[in-house]
């Protein structure tokens, strides 16, 4: 697919860092908020934020005890993904040819988790009838015993008040 390639392999961890922005941030997010209710919790005494640099090693921490990996799509290839919890974002960015190859490297020991919104399409590849999560939420008109499916639609802004 357009849009799939990053480059040549080297320096592929800073060109792929960009995308792990949002991993990223919501790490922060879980570590700081679970510091912030620890230190509610605790006592009376008033909140001190966690350092920066104590946020990075908990983050790093945290990724090493669960095993997060990110995985660029084209690192999918000829590989079997087992024993995971798989997350695909912004699944309406995706093609139908780029989705099938994902998915068809999950074997079932895995549970998938599928996010995006039609809404937000920002690939000039698809459009919100040519995509990957119209495609898959078409498809689960027809019951399949392997796999359950569940979509809700959001009426709630999630981030701040601006968006």
Known sequence: DKGEDVGYLPGLEEKFRIYNHPLMDSLDYIIRSE???????K????????????????????????G?????????RGRTLSNSFIIIDEAQNMSNKTMQMVLSRVDN????????SNKQIDNFYVNRYTNSLTTLLKSTKNENNFVNIFAIKLEKVLRGPIT
Do not use: F
């Open 43 to 66: 006592s009376d005494t008033a909140y001190t934020p966690l350092e920066d640099s104590e946020v990075t090693a908990r983050i790093e921490q945290m990724i090493s005890n669960y």
């Open 35 to 41: 510091h912030k209710k620890r230190r509610n919790k």
């Open 109 to 116: 020991s895995c549970k998938v988790v599928i996010l995006g």
């Open 68 to 76: 997060i990996e990110t995985m660029w799509v084209g690192e999918m």
